[in-house]
C-alpha cells in the first residue's frame, strides 16, 4: 500500500518562497509519476506540476516559471519548490502517484494515490 506524507507547508509572504516534500513508501517510486495538486477555499482541486519517471514535466499555466517540480528517487521524495508565492496560491497541497511511468499526467483520475494535504497560507 502506498503511503504519501506532505511537509513543508505554512505562512508566507507575498513574494516569498516555501518548498513543500512528499515522501513516498509502498510502490517503487522511480517507476511512478508524481504530482501535486492544489485545493483553495471554497475551490475545486486543481492541478498544479507533476513529473513522469523519466524526468519529464508538466505545469499549470498559473504556476510555470515560479514552481518547480523535482524528484529525488534515492529517497523517494518529491518536491515542490514554490518562488514569488501569491496570495491566490493559498489551498491545501497534495502530493499524489501515479502508475503512469512515462508522462506526466495533468488529470487527477490518473492518480491512483493520494496525501492528507498541507495547508500553505500566503498573506498579503
Known amino acids: 500500500q502506498v503511503q504519501l506524507v506532505e511537509s513543508g507547508g505554512g505562512l508566507v509572504q507575498a513574494g516569498g518562497s516555501l518548498r513543500l516534500s512528499c515522501a513516498a513508501s509502498?510502490?517503487?517510486?522511480?517507476?511512478?509519476?508524481m504530482g501535486w495538486f492544489r485545493q483553495g477555499p471554497g475551490q475545486e482541486r486543481e492541478f498544479v506540476a507533476a513529473?513522469?519517471?523519466?524526468?519529464?514535466?508538466s505545469y499549470a499555466d498559473s504556476v510555470k516559471g515560479r514552481f518547480t517540480i523535482s524528484r529525488d528517487n534515492a529517497k523517494n521524495t518529491v518536491y515542490l519548490e514554490m518562488n514569488r508565492v501569491q496570495p491566490e496560491d493559498t489551498a491545501v497541497y497534495y502530493c499524489?502517484?501515479?502508475?503512469?511511468?512515462?508522462?506526466?499526467?495533468?488529470?487527477?483520475?490518473?492518480?491512483?494515490?493520494w496525501g492528507q494535504g498541507t495547508q500553505v497560507t500566503v498573506s498579503s
Open positions: 513529473m513522469a519517471s523519466t524526468g519529464g514535466t
Open positions: 509502498g510502490r517503487t517510486f522511480s517507476n511512478a509519476a
Open positions: 499524489a502517484q501515479s502508475p503512469a511511468k512515462y508522462s506526466a499526467p495533468t488529470s487527477a483520475t490518473l492518480y491512483s494515490d
